[in-house]
Every structure is written in C-alpha cells, then in structure tokens.
C-alpha cells in the first residue's frame, strides 16, 4: 500500500478537450461577416438611389423645366366683369418666357384671389405654350362712407364697396378698367351706421344688420319696387330694424327677416297711393298688423323714376 500510484488529476488527464472559444470565435466572425454585408448592401442601394434622383432631377430639368419648347408665350386672361386684361396679368405676375410646367399654378391663383375685387381664379396649362386664367370678379351692390385723416390733418370721405357676401372692397382705379366709369350709371345705395373697424379689404362684414341689408338691396333689385322709387339709403344703426331713404323722400322701416314678403306689401301700398294721389312719406314695414302709414301733404302722384343706364351684366367666361 505504500507503493500504491495516486491518482491523476483529471484536468490534467483528459485527452479529448472541446473547443470552445474556437466556436465562439467563429460566431462572432459570420456575424461580423453578416453585418458588413449588410452595411454593404444598404449603403450601396442609398448611393444607387441618389444617383438615379440626381439623374431623374438632371433629367427633368433637361427635358422639362428648361426646356424652351414648353416656355409660355401667351397668357390668355378671360374676366366677367370690369378690370382689364393687362392689369390682371400684372396681378398674376407671369412672364413670357416662364416654363410652362415648372410654373406654380397655386400661387398664381392665391395671389390673384388675394386682390378683394376678385372672388375666384381658374388657372390651367394649355400645351404647349399657353397658361389660360379665368377671373370671377366680385361684383359690388352697396357703398359705405367712412371718414379718415388725410396726411396734412385733415379728414375726407372714403368710400368702400361691398358686394352681396358682403366682402370688403376700394372702388378700382378708372385706369385698371376695361372700360372708363360711366357717370351716368346708378349709383349704389348707400349703407349708414355700419362700424368703420369692420370695414377691412378683403374681409367679410358679418353683422347681422349690414348682411339684412345687403339682402335687402338684392331683393329689391328684382322686385317691381325697382322701377317705382331710387334706393338711396339703408340705416343700420337701430339693432332689430333696417330704416331705407329712398329718392323720393320716403322713409320705409323694414324687420331683419324676409324682405321679399315686405317689399311685395310695400309695393301694394304704393300702388294704391298712386290711385289715389298719394305719395308715402313714411311707412313701418317691420309691423305685422295695422302698418303705421303716414302720406305726404298735398302730394302729387310720384311719376316712375327716370330710366339710367345699368352697369353692365358680368360675362360669363
């Protein structure tokens, strides 16, 4: 027992060892292999993809926006109403020449819809040269004076106009006209008591009183009242009623609502003051019952007012 062997360690007796950090090693290298690839792959699709979008761009410049054979030689402006054609390319700002494609049809439109006496723009490309705008100008019905300061201190009256909607909008300029003012035209029937802070180029006056008025003066426009008397005058200053002047030196009161039914009892009124020699000094349309009347002393019948010129129909374009 003495000269009995110990016994080996087995670490140090194992004749069969597992690589491992040799397969670790190899792992990580596919990996590494997997991830330049990768890398590889997507830097050289985002280098391919920006060479063609610097083609394509070259491309259509060259073929496209550069090209002389779609450069614009005519803009064809067509309106329905008063200003001229020169001016409103002006407005447009388009020059011959321009690239007919490359052209930004929405800013054309948005600086033209920009101007308050116009209401709506069409613009589109005629190939291979032509840019065609189609104009729908507003169309005023009323007037309102306002006061303002002039620059050495003193104070004149400025006159705004408003059509139906009852946008905003300066009388235009006799030189930007497709044809001079006619002096002999109507002119518009005046709204009094309107707040001259609502009164903003462009913008819309959206009191209950000034748009009731506005209705007002449309209605009676294509009512048989529009022959008989002058609508000189709409006063909107009381908040429930609307107090009208009219040429002939009647002072009629109409409610907020439903000016056509009024206007058709106004009517029958004068009608038979006119049988009788009547004229109307006042009368309260805004009264459902028992209308307050009142007739002017020893009047003589109102003859029809004098036939003027009317200012033109609006094309249609």
Not at 57 to 66: A, F, K, S, T, V
Request: charged share 25%; glycine share 6%.
């Amino acid at each position: 027992m003495w000269f009995k062997r110990k016994p080996k360690n087995r670490r140090l007796g194992r004749e069969q060892v597992l690589d491992v950090k040799l397969r670790s090693s190899q792992v990580r290298a596919t990996r590494a292999r997997l991830v330049a690839a990768a890398l590889g792959t997507t830097c050289a699709m985002v280098f391919g993809a920006y060479v063609l979008y610097r083609v394509g761009g070259w491309m259509l410049d060259r073929l496209i926006y550069e090209n002389q054979a779609f450069a614009i030689r005519q803009v064809d402006v067509q309106t329905d109403g008063v200003i001229s054609v020169d001016q409103l390319r002006r407005w447009a700002g388009v020059r011959p020449g321009e690239n007919l494609l490359a052209l930004d049809l929405a800013r054309v439109k948005r600086d033209l819809e920009m101007i308050p006496l116009i209401q709506f723009v069409s613009v589109e490309r005629i190939l291979p040269h032509t840019l065609r705008v189609l104009i729908t100008e507003r169309e005023p019905i009323a007037q309102v004076n306002v006061l303002r300061r002039r620059s050495d201190g003193g104070v004149e009256v400025a006159v705004c106009h408003l059509d139906a909607q009852g946008y905003v909008m300066m009388p235009l300029d006799p030189r930007q006209r497709e044809i001079p003012p006619n002096p002999l035209e109507d002119t518009l029937p005046v709204i009094g008591g309107v707040n001259a802070s609502e009164l903003r180029p462009g913008c819309r006056v959206d009191t209950p009183q000034v748009q009731a008025a506005l209705h007002l003066i449309g209605a009676f426009a294509e009512s048989p009242m529009a022959g008989l008397v002058d609508f000189k005058r709409v006063d909107v200053s009381a908040p429930e009623v609307l107090v009208v002047t009219t040429g002939q030196g009647s002072q009629v009161t109409f409610a907020l609502t439903d000016p056509e039914q009024q206007l058709r009892r106004w009517h029958a009124i004068f009608e038979r003051g006119q049988q009788s020699s009547n004229s109307i000094a006042s009368l309260d349309l805004a009264v459902t019952n028992n209308v307050p009347l009142r007739w002017l002393e020893a009047s003589a019948p109102v003859a029809p007012k004098p036939a003027k010129l009317s200012r033109p129909k609006k094309k249609h374009v």
